[in-house]
C-alpha cells in the first residue's frame, strides 16, 4: 500500500484530499442521477393461464406409465413458444399493435430482439412433482412483459396468452387428426403385407405340395409299402425267370411248354413294367421326402413374418381406436387443454428500484474512484509525512517532530475548516473531519435514493 498501511495513515489521506473526494463524489452522482432520469420507464404486466387436467381420462397402451396431468403440456409450451417467438410471428405482432413507431431509426432486426426480450414465458411446476422417468408436469404458464407503455405491455401480454390458447386448442385438434390419418394408412398398409405374404404361402404350398410336412408320415409309409411291393414282384420276377430257364434247358419242348413259356415271358414283362414304375415313384416320393425339412424352413419362415405382421396390426388397431378416442376428446374440448386464469392489466406504476439502483450505485463508484484517485495521487509523489512513516522507510527514529503551524487567517471559512480539522474534539475517537465525510456520504446516497 506505499505510504499508507495504517488507519491513522488512511485517514490522513483522506483529509489532505478531502476537497477532490467531495468534488469527485458530488459529481458521480449528479451524474448517475442524471442517467438514472434519462431512462425511459419500463412497466411489467403478465397473464396466467392454468393448464387444466381432461375432463375424461384418454386411453392408455396396456403397460405404459399412465400421464399425469399436465405431463405434455411441457414439450407443448415448448412448442408453441418457439413459434410465437419465430421472425415472421414477431413481425406481425410488431405490425398489429405499431411497436415502435416513435423509434424509427431501428432496424427490423433490432425490433425483433427488443420484442424478443421483453417477452419472457414462464412455466409453474405442478405441486405433484415428478416422478421418476416422468415428464416434467406443469400447472400453469405465466406471460410477463416488459415494455415502455403500460397499456401496449398489457395488450402484448395478453396477445400472446391468446395466441397460446388458440395454438394450444388447434395443436391438439390437428395431432389427435394427424394420428388417425396416420395409424389408418398404417392399417393399410400392414393389411397389404399380410395379405400379399398369405398369397405367397398359398402358392409355394401349391407348388411343395408333395413335400408338405404335415405329410411326411404318409409318405413314409408309402416309401414302406413300395419297398414291400417291389420286394415282392422282384421275388416273383426271379421264379418266373428260373421256371422259364427250365423250360428252356429241357431237351425236347412240348406245345404245353410253349405255350406256358410264352405266358412266362409275358408276365415277365408285366412285372419287371411294375417294378419299373414301382422305382420311379419310391425315387419320386423319396425325392419329396427329402425336399420336405427345407419346405418346413421356409413355411416356419413365413409364419414368423405373418406372426410379427399380425402383432403389428393388432396393435396399429389399437392404437388408432385410441386416436379415434383422443381425436373426439378434442374436438368436444374434453382432453388437456389451457384456459386464461387472469388477463394482464394495465400498470399504474413503472418497475421500481431500476433508478434508484443506478443512482446509489453511481454515488458509491464515484466515492471509491475518487478515495482510489487520491490513492494514487499519494503513490506517485510519496512524501514521508509521520514518525512512523520514517521509520519504516528510512530506518532512522526522529528525535523531534515538529508539527505544521499556519497563520491564522480572518475569514470565517478558514475558522470554520480549522474547526472541522481541530482533533482536539473528537468524534467517537475519529477526528471531526472523518465523522463529517461519513455523514455526507450517507446525505450523498440518500439524496440519489431519493431523487432517483
Given at each position: 500500500?506505499?505510504?499508507?498501511?495504517?488507519?491513522?495513515?488512511l485517514i490522513s489521506l483522506l483529509l489532505r484530499r478531502r476537497w477532490?473526494?467531495?468534488?469527485?463524489?458530488?459529481?458521480?452522482?449528479?451524474?448517475?442521477?442524471?442517467?438514472?432520469?434519462?431512462?425511459?420507464?419500463?412497466?411489467?404486466?403478465?397473464?396466467?393461464?392454468?393448464?387444466?387436467?381432461?375432463?375424461?381420462?384418454?386411453?392408455?397402451?396396456?403397460?405404459?406409465?399412465?400421464?399425469?396431468?399436465?405431463?405434455?403440456?411441457?414439450?407443448?409450451?415448448?412448442?408453441?413458444?418457439?413459434?410465437?417467438?419465430?421472425?415472421?410471428?414477431?413481425?406481425?405482432?410488431?405490425?398489429?399493435?405499431?411497436?415502435?413507431?416513435?423509434?424509427?431509426?431501428?432496424?427490423?432486426?433490432?425490433?425483433?430482439?427488443?420484442?424478443?426480450?421483453?417477452?419472457?414465458?414462464?412455466?409453474?411446476?405442478?405441486?405433484?412433482?415428478?416422478?421418476?422417468?416422468?415428464?416434467?408436469?406443469?400447472?400453469?404458464?405465466?406471460?410477463?412483459?416488459?415494455?415502455?407503455?403500460?397499456?401496449?405491455?398489457?395488450?402484448?401480454?395478453?396477445?400472446?396468452?391468446?395466441?397460446?390458447?388458440?395454438?394450444?386448442?388447434?395443436?391438439?385438434?390437428?395431432?389427435?387428426?394427424?394420428?388417425?390419418?396416420?395409424?389408418?394408412?398404417?392399417?393399410?398398409?400392414?393389411?397389404?403385407?399380410?395379405?400379399?405374404?398369405?398369397?405367397?404361402?398359398?402358392?409355394?404350398?401349391?407348388?411343395?405340395?408333395?413335400?408338405?410336412?404335415?405329410?411326411?408320415?404318409?409318405?413314409?409309409?408309402?416309401?414302406?409299402?413300395?419297398?414291400?411291393?417291389?420286394?415282392?414282384?422282384?421275388?416273383?420276377?426271379?421264379?418266373?425267370?428260373?421256371?422259364?430257364?427250365?423250360?428252356?434247358?429241357?431237351?425236347?419242348?412240348?406245345?404245353?411248354?410253349?405255350?406256358?413259356?410264352?405266358?412266362?415271358?409275358?408276365?415277365?414283362?408285366?412285372?419287371?413294367?411294375?417294378?419299373?414304375?414301382?422305382?420311379?415313384?419310391?425315387?419320386?416320393?423319396?425325392?419329396?421326402?427329402?425336399?420336405?425339412?427345407?419346405?418346413?424352413?421356409?413355411?416356419?419362415?413365413?409364419?414368423?413374418?405373418?406372426?410379427?405382421?399380425?402383432?403389428?396390426?393388432?396393435?396399429?388397431?389399437?392404437?388408432?381406436?385410441?386416436?379415434?378416442?383422443?381425436?373426439?376428446?378434442?374436438?368436444?374440448?374434453?382432453?388437456?387443454?389451457?384456459?386464461?386464469?387472469?388477463?394482464?392489466?394495465?400498470?399504474?406504476?413503472?418497475?421500481?428500484?431500476?433508478?434508484?439502483?443506478?443512482?446509489?450505485?453511481?454515488?458509491?463508484?464515484?466515492?471509491?474512484?475518487?478515495?482510489?484517485?487520491?490513492?494514487?495521487?499519494?503513490?506517485?509523489?510519496?512524501?514521508?509525512?509521520?514518525?512512523?512513516?520514517?521509520?519504516?522507510?528510512?530506518?532512522?527514529?526522529?528525535?523531534?517532530?515538529?508539527?505544521?503551524?499556519?497563520?491564522?487567517?480572518?475569514?470565517?471559512?478558514?475558522?470554520?475548516?480549522?474547526?472541522?480539522?481541530?482533533?482536539?474534539?473528537?468524534?467517537?475517537?475519529?477526528?471531526?473531519?472523518?465523522?463529517?465525510?461519513?455523514?455526507?456520504?450517507?446525505?450523498?446516497?440518500?439524496?440519489?435514493?431519493?431523487?432517483?
Amino acid at each position: 500500500m506505499g505510504q499508507i498501511q495504517s488507519i491513522e495513515e488512511l485517514i490522513s489521506l483522506l483529509l489532505r484530499r478531502r476537497w477532490m473526494i467531495i468534488l469527485i463524489t458530488v459529481a458521480g452522482l449528479l451524474a448517475a442521477v442524471i442517467f438514472a432520469k434519462s431512462r425511459p420507464d419500463i412497466y411489467e404486466t403478465a397473464a396466467v393461464i392454468q393448464i387444466e387436467g381432461a375432463q375424461v381420462a384418454e386411453p392408455t397402451t396396456p403397460g405404459a406409465q399412465a400421464q399425469p396431468d399436465g405431463g405434455g403440456a411441457a414439450q407443448i409450451l415448448q412448442t408453441i413458444e418457439q413459434r410465437l417467438t419465430t421472425r415472421d410471428a414477431l413481425t406481425a405482432v410488431i405490425e398489429r399493435h405499431n411497436l415502435f413507431t416513435d423509434q424509427p431509426q431501428l432496424t427490423s432486426d433490432e425490433k425483433l430482439v427488443a420484442l424478443r426480450s421483453s417477452v419472457t414465458f414462464q412455466a409453474v411446476d405442478s405441486a405433484g412433482g415428478q416422478g421418476f422417468g416422468q415428464s416434467r408436469s406443469i400447472s400453469a404458464i405465466i406471460i410477463s412483459v416488459r415494455f415502455g407503455d403500460p397499456k401496449t405491455a398489457a395488450e402484448l401480454a395478453n396477445d400472446f396468452a391468446q395466441g397460446i390458447l388458440d395454438q394450444s386448442a388447434a395443436g391438439q385438434r390437428d395431432r389427435a387428426d394427424k394420428n388417425v390419418a396416420f395409424f389408418k394408412e398404417e392399417e393399410a398398409r400392414i393389411y397389404d403385407q399380410i395379405a400379399k405374404l398369405e398369397d405367397d404361402v398359398t402358392a409355394y404350398k401349391n407348388a411343395h405340395a408333395d413335400a408338405m410336412p404335415t405329410l411326411s408320415d404318409a409318405r413314409r409309409d408309402e416309401i414302406v409299402s413300395l419297398s414291400d411291393d417291389l420286394r415282392q414282384a422282384t421275388q416273383d420276377l426271379v421264379g418266373l425267370q428260373g421256371e422259364q430257364a427250365a423250360i428252356v434247358a429241357k431237351p425236347q419242348q412240348r406245345e404245353t411248354d410253349k405255350r406256358r413259356s410264352d405266358d412266362i415271358a409275358t408276365q415277365i414283362d408285366v412285372l419287371n413294367a411294375q417294378i419299373a414304375s414301382i422305382n420311379a415313384r419310391k425315387a419320386a416320393v423319396e425325392t419329396a421326402l427329402a425336399a420336405t425339412p427345407e419346405v418346413e424352413r421356409v413355411l416356419a419362415g413365413y409364419d414368423r413374418q405373418l406372426q410379427q405382421l399380425q402383432g403389428q396390426y393388432d396393435n396399429v388397431t389399437q392404437r388408432m381406436a385410441e386416436a379415434e378416442t383422443t381425436q373426439r376428446l378434442a374436438e368436444r374440448q374434453q382432453s388437456e387443454r389451457f384456459t386464461l386464469l387472469d388477463r394482464a392489466l394495465s400498470p399504474e406504476y413503472a418497475t421500481g428500484g431500476g433508478k434508484k439502483k443506478i443512482a446509489i450505485a453511481g454515488a458509491i463508484a464515484s466515492l471509491l474512484g475518487a478515495i482510489g484517485l487520491a490513492f494514487l495521487l499519494d503513490l506517485a509523489k510519496p512524501v514521508v509525512r509521520t514518525a512512523a512513516q520514517m521509520q519504516r522507510q528510512l530506518d532512522l527514529e526522529p528525535v523531534v517532530c515538529i508539527p505544521e503551524i499556519r497563520a491564522p487567517k480572518g475569514r470565517v471559512g478558514s475558522a470554520a475548516l480549522r474547526l472541522i480539522d481541530d482533533p482536539k474534539r473528537p468524534i467517537f475517537g475519529l477526528p471531526r473531519f472523518a465523522v463529517l465525510a461519513a455523514a455526507t456520504t450517507l446525505a450523498l446516497v440518500l439524496m440519489a435514493a431519493v431523487i432517483g
